[in-house]
């Protein structure tokens, strides 16, 4: 990813530097070979409702997405404007991803078996058909609650990659 970053009526300063390098890096282990360009722009301003303007431009495939964020310090808005960024490319990937699918083909969903359950906690482990470990959450359960789910239940599941690992992103019982 080819990465520029300017500073207007301000001096770049090493800490951010460092963490729009630490935000390029997540940028690239969550969406490698995604973001072609990124430019990041950090001016500073006299609004009143913050000192800062940060603006992320980055060009993807057949794309281009802009995030402009105002705060009053920098960090803050560079946090903010890689998350609404990161939440912009999962959107256009899952678009896409949406789009390939054709009527008729294969579904992704997947089968498994409840393996560990943590109802206090919120969260349980999912044992794929393949014998690997997928971690879920309590939000990604639908038409079930947690405290109704035992270990050994059968549930088909949405995979998706997480910052840990294999995850699913949604787990419905086995009709």
């Known amino acids: 990813m080819e990465l520029k970053i300017e500073a207007r009526n301000v001096e770049l300063r090493k800490s951010w530097q460092t963490k729009i390098s630490e935000e390029q890096e997540k940028l690239i282990r969550h969406y490698p070979n995604f973001v072609l360009h990124l430019r990041v722009s950090i001016e500073a301003t006299n609004y009143k409702e913050g000192g ?23 960090r803050a808005a560079l946090t903010e404007s890689f998350d609404v960024l990161s939440l912009q490319l999962k959107e256009i990937q899952r678009k ?80």
Request: proline share 4%; net charge neutral.
């Open 96 to 175: 896409k991803r949406k789009s390939k699918k054709q009527p008729g083909e294969e579904s992704t969903d997947k089968v498994g078996v409840i393996r560990k359950i943590s109802p206090h906690e919120s969260y349980g482990f999912i044992m794929s058909s393949d014998k690997r470990d997928i971690y879920f959450h309590e939000n990604a359960l639908k038409n079930l609650k947690i405290e109704t789910l035992s270990e050994g239940d059968s549930v088909v599941f949405g995979e998706t990659y997480g910052d840990k690992g294999p995850q699913a992103s949604w787990v419905k019982a086995a009709g």
């Open 52 to 74: 800062y303007e940060i603006k992320l431009v980055a060009s993807v495939p057949n794309d281009m997405v802009v995030v402009t964020r105002n705060a009053e310090t920098v």
